[in-house]
């Protein structure tokens, strides 16, 4: 039976550990501008996720992911001793992808806005196809409609006195 609050509650304490742990005793010189953004522990709370982002190019997230694992079993060691778990959940190390995901998402905003505007233009500048009413309307001519029902009665009596 897992307990997830517990495993949250972990997860929350293992995120705050590593990052304060990175900022503090980790002196490695490839270590970039490192965000710890997320932890995830499972439920036998045996193994943790860790997840991080880097600013930089892609030469530092690779100096800045090499560091992160050789500084594993610092950060394992302190993790164990701040949290006083039995076990020590072992850490994995993973690039988040939200920075990638939302530059994606503000570029398909961006062009959306410009497919947005210039249907805005196209739309201000337009006019009607047709007429500016293109509904049909019945025919006002209400003489020919009396003639044609006058010769339909004179048929149906000629008909009646045969």
Do not use: W
């Not at 990175?22 to 943790?48: F, M, S």
């Not at 600013?55 to 701040?82: C, H, I, P, Y």
């Not at 739309?123 to 044609?148: C, L, Q, V, W």
């Amino acid at each position: 039976m897992t307990d997830t609050a517990r495993a949250r509650k972990l997860a929350d304490r293992i995120r705050v550990v590593v990052a304060e742990t990175l900022q503090r005793r980790i002196k490695d010189p490839r270590l970039g501008y490192v965000t710890i953004t997320d932890t995830r522990v499972t439920g036998d709370l045996r193994e943790a996720t860790v997840f991080y982002t880097v600013f930089g190019d892609d030469e530092e997230r690779a100096a800045s992911a090499a560091a992160l694992e050789s500084a594993k079993g610092v950060l394992r060691s302190e993790v164990g001793r701040q949290t006083g778990v039995r076990f020590t959940p072992t850490l994995t190390f993973v690039a988040d992808a939200i920075p990638e995901n939302a530059r994606t998402i503000e570029d398909l905003l961006a062009k959306a806005r410009a497919a947005d505007e210039e249907v805005r233009k196209t739309a201000t500048d337009a006019s009607y196809a047709g007429e500016a009413d293109p509904y049909r309307k019945p025919a006002e001519d209400e003489d020919e409609g009396d003639h044609e029902g006058d010769d339909k009665g004179d048929a149906e009596a000629e008909d009646g006195a045969r």
